[in-house]
C-alpha cells in the first residue's frame, strides 16, 4: 500500500483552542450586564404596616413573655402567672361569653422566636380565634 501523499503544503493538527472568540463572546455580555443592571428595579414587596386598624378594641387580652420565658396574662388591670399548660385555660376563662375578644402576645426582644410560636400555637388549638403579637413602634 503506497503512503498517503500531503496535498498542498501540509496541515498539522492543531492541538490548541482559540481563545480570541471566547474572550470576545465575554465582553460583549459583560457590557450587556454592565448597561442593563442599572435599569433593573428590584421588586417591591407590599409589606403590612402597624397601625391600619380603624378602632382599636375595648378589650383586650395580653400574654407577656418575660426574658425568663414565664407567662403572665394580663386581663383589666389584674396580672397572674401562668405555665403553658394552663394558658389555654385561663385565656378562655378571661374571655367568658366574648369569644372575639383578641389577644395579644407581647415578648421579650431576647425570646427565643419558638416559645412564642408555642404559645400562639397552644391558643389557637385551643379555639382562640383572634391571637396577634404586640409591636413597637419606632425604633431602638
Do not use: C, H, W
Not at 38 to 48: G, N, Q, R
Not at 50 to 65: C, E, L, M, S
Not at 104 to 125: G, H, P
Amino acid at each position: 500500500m503506497p503512503a498517503m501523499v500531503s496535498r498542498g503544503r501540509g496541515r498539522r493538527t492543531i492541538n490548541e483552542i482559540n481563545m480570541v472568540p471566547f474572550i470576545d463572546v465575554m465582553l460583549v455580555l459583560l457590557i450587556i450586564f454592565m448597561v442593563t443592571a442599572p435599569l433593573v428595579t428590584p421588586s417591591l414587596i407590599d409589606l403590612p404596616s402597624v397601625g391600619k386598624a380603624g378602632k382599636t378594641p375595648d378589650r383586650v387580652i395580653q400574654i407577656v413573655i418575660a426574658k425568663d420565658e414565664t407567662l403572665e396574662l394580663k386581663d383589666q388591670g389584674t396580672t397572674s402567672k401562668l405555665s403553658t399548660k394552663d394558658i389555654a385555660s385561663a385565656v378562655k376563662k378571661a374571655q367568658g361569653d366574648e369569644t372575639n375578644t383578641p389577644v395579644v402576645i407581647s415578648a421579650d426582644r431576647n425570646v427565643k422566636y419558638e416559645s412564642v410560636v408555642k404559645v400562639m400555637d397552644t391558643l389557637q388549638r385551643s379555639g382562640v380565634q383572634r391571637v396577634g403579637l404586640s409591636v413597637q413602634l419606632g425604633g431602638k
